[in-house]
């Protein structure tokens, strides 16, 4: 069964800290990975997409890393700010199919 | 219109009631998803329409879950007979092609089934 998992499932610093979200994945059989961002009761934003060729993306403080191997990839926020507070989510988009699958995401807070 | 957009933002319907959630995609885009997100989880595939090809139904829970997609835009999800556990926020994404592109995601409707 294709199952994507994020650890931890919440987490809070305090602003200026760096700081990873983990997110494993069962089937390494991906096409690419995606990073979304979701504020409260709003959709989701796509921040990062990784294709399986690639092993890691970056956009301003952000970077993304995919080792396909192993299961695994990172989002890394550098000098995390209070607006960078949301719910990450990691998307697995695999081959041989059209089904994205999502974690359960992990829950950032930055203290101001 | 710019984005992805959902209506209505939120229902609130009595158990055995039917009701239909609409999506308007990106103009332009062929790829449309359904998703369900329960209350503290992540996102559950529902269905995928790619052009005029047969959909991905793979996801629907149950044959109470049905959706169309008219003129190769507009979609419809229909829950028919509601049941206390299809309560949940339903997302709606498109993509310029499917194929693993990006999805631009529209805010949801919240359903409340009493």
């Known amino acids: 069964k294709q199952e994507v998992t994020q650890i931890p499932a919440a987490l809070s610093v305090p602003e200026g800290e760096n700081l990873v979200l983990n997110c494993s994945f069962t089937?390494?059989?991906?096409?690419?990975l995606q990073w979304f961002r979701q504020d409260p009761g709003k959709g989701l934003t796509s921040l990062l997409l990784?294709?399986?060729?690639?092993r890691e993306q970056t956009s301003g403080r952000l970077n993304a890393s995919l080792d396909k191997s192993s299961g695994r990839s990172t989002l890394y926020i550098a000098a995390s700010q209070p607006g960078d507070s949301a719910t990450y989510l990691c998307?697995?988009?695999?081959?041989?199919?059209?089904?994205?699958?999502f974690g359960a995401g992990t829950r950032l807070f930055v203290k101001a | 219109g710019a984005g992805v957009s959902q209506s209505p933002s939120n229902k609130v319907t009595e158990k055995g009631k039917d009701v239909e959630l609409r999506c308007d995609p990106i103009?332009?885009?062929?790829?449309l998803y359904w998703y369900r997100q329960s209350l503290g989880q992540g996102l559950e595939f529902l269905i995928y329409?790619?052009?005029?090809?047969?959909?991905?139904k793979s996801g629907l829970p149950s044959d109470r879950f049905s959706a169309e997609r008219t003129g190769g835009s507009v979609s419809t999800l229909t829950i028919q007979r509601t049941q206390q556990e299809d309560s949940a926020v339903y997302l709606c994404?498109?993509?310029?092609?499917?194929?693993?592109?990006?999805?631009?995601f529209g805010p949801g409707t919240r359903l409340l089934v009493l």
């Open positions: 089937d390494s059989a991906i096409y690419n």
């Open positions: 103009s332009g885009h062929t790829a």
């Open positions: 998307a697995v988009y695999y081959t041989g199919g059209f089904k994205t699958i």
């Open positions: 994404a498109s993509s310029l092609r499917g194929e693993g592109e990006t999805q631009y």
């Open positions: 990784i294709q399986s060729s690639q």
């Open positions: 329409f790619q052009g005029n090809s047969a959909p991905d």
